[in-house]
Antibody
């Protein structure tokens, strides 16, 4: 059974950074692109970017180019997303999602990041 | 970027038929997908490639369309279907989501 297990909620100060994890089970992460999506209830879903864990290639949405950094550790079958220079606008739930033919059939449960002083 | 436009909210009663539209600012061929998201949960894939039912999804859900105009239908609506529904295109880069349509009970 395919599962994506994300790390727990985070509370950070403005200006700091945070690294979220997404551990895959039931398949090898090198077989599929891993995408990350931001959710704020008043803004809906926003695509952040993807990583190809097989070779580390990444692609980001323009607005997240200097905000997010995607990495993967094939030895632990885990994908990561680091968010830097956090502001209140980064307060959101972040999801990892496995892509297949462009669609996201499998999602992690989400990680809530709260940025507050 | 491809902008996907959905109506923000619809009020429905159980047993009714409801249709949600999604209009793309440019052609996305048939690479349009639909998700259901309930509060506090991850999105769930319901329809992929415009009209294909995802595994385990009831046949009450359906989708159609191509190019720039797509529709998503629930017939009949059940109380458990109250959620926000998003369209998502993967034809053009970057992939984009619609703003979501929140289904509410009348």
């Amino acid at each position: 059974e395919v599962q994506l297990q994300q790390s727990g909620p985070e509370l950070r100060r403005p200006g700091s950074s945070v690294k979220l994890s997404c551990k895959a089970s039931g398949y090898s992460i090198t077989d599929y692109l891993m995408h990350w999506v931001k959710h704020r209830p008043e803004h809906g879903l926003e695509w952040i970017g993807w990583i190809d864990p097989e070779d580390g290639e990444t692609k980001y949405a323009q607005k997240f180019q200097s905000k997010a950094t995607l990495t993967a550790d094939t030895s632990s079958n885990t994908a990561y997303m680091q968010l830097s220079s956090l502001t209140s606008e980064d307060t959101a739930t972040y999801f990892c999602a496995r892509a297949y033919s462009g669609r996201f059939a499998y999602w992690g449960q989400g990680t809530l990041v709260t940025v507050s002083s | 970027d491809t902008v996907l436009t959905q109506s923000p909210a619809l009020a429905v009663s159980p047993g009714e038929r409801v249709t949600i539209s999604c209009r793309a600012s440019e052609s996305v061929s048939t690479l349009m997908h639909w998700y259901q998201q309930k509060p506090g949960q991850q999105p769930k894939l319901l329809i992929y490639k415009a009209s294909n039912l995802a595994s385990g999804v009831p046949a009450r859900f359906s989708g159609s369309g191509s190019g720039t105009d797509f529709t998503f239908t629930i017939d009949p609506v059940e109380a458990d279907d109250i959620a926000t529904y998003y369209c998502h295109q993967s034809w053009n880069s970057p992939p984009t989501f619609g703003g979501g349509t929140k289904l509410e009970l009348k």
